[in-house]
């Protein structure tokens, strides 16, 4: 959720409303007609703004990423390529996030 949107666990729910703003405006299936990928992860966005919004369920997600080991990159890999940099202005959400909260 939170690499999502590129925000850390102490992001504020107004940090996280204005990143998803600021993705939504690039992925919005409206703005992307016919492009089932933006269709996708709009849908996946969406799903993980639901998550990170409801105190629960973002108590739930924090637990969950805890247990996952982290891993220190190489300096050279660290080091985003220009590439790169350009493709996280459309950057996918985690697949991890699974479905929407009940």
Do not use: C
Not at 25 to 54: F, S
């Amino acid at each position: 959720g939170f690499d999502s949107f590129k925000l850390t666990r102490r992001s504020s729910a107004d940090e996280i409303q204005r990143a998803f703003a600021a993705q939504r405006l690039i992925w919005h299936p409206d703005k992307n007609p016919g492009d089932a990928v933006a269709r996708e992860t709009y849908a996946t966005m969406q799903r993980a703004h639901a998550i990170l919004m409801d105190p629960e369920q973002r108590r739930l997600h924090d637990e969950q990423l805890a247990a996952i080991p982290l891993s220190v990159p190489s300096a050279a890999a660290a080091a985003p390529s220009a590439e790169a940099s350009k493709a996280a202005a459309r950057q996918l959400p985690p697949d991890w996030l699974g479905p929407a909260p009940r």
